[in-house]
């Protein structure tokens, strides 16, 4: 089963066992290390819409760029925390698994059982 991507970090416990939960499963993903290669503003509205989610629910919070780039200010606008994300990917919440016009974070790394046939 392919054709599926994975935005991955190997530092991050939790995007490295989802890795292995999906190659369990016999999965073998495309990987994107998003740090090295971070997804582009189209791509990260793509991500998004596949996740259901606004921008700023896929922020990591605890992050030093968090704060540097006042992103607690809720009057930035989506445009805004995305252009954050694009330009600091720590910011991205991981890992982001991608089947098709799905996608979920692997946090438990058990959440990419959903998107699982």
């Known amino acids: 089963m392919s054709n599926f991507t994975i ?6 416990s939790k995007s490295r066992l989802t890795l292995e939960l999906l ?5 073998d993903p495309k990987v994107i290390l998003y740090l090295e290669t971070p997804p582009s503003e189209k791509e990260l ?11 700023r629910e896929l922020l990591r919070k605890g992050e030093a760029e968090f704060k540097e780039q006042n992103l607690s200010d809720t009057s930035k606008s989506e445009e805004d925390v995305i252009q954050a994300m694009v330009h600091f990917p720590k910011l991205m919440e991981r890992p982001i698994v991608i089947y098709g016009d799905r996608a979920v974070i692997g946090r438990p790394p058990e ?5 699982i046939k």
């Open 23 to 27: 190659k369990d499963k016999g999965i």
């Open 111 to 115: 959440n990419v059982l959903k998107i």
């Open 45 to 55: 509205v793509l991500i998004l819409k596949k996740l259901n989610m606004e921008a």
């Open 7 to 12: 935005y991955h970090n190997p530092r991050c």
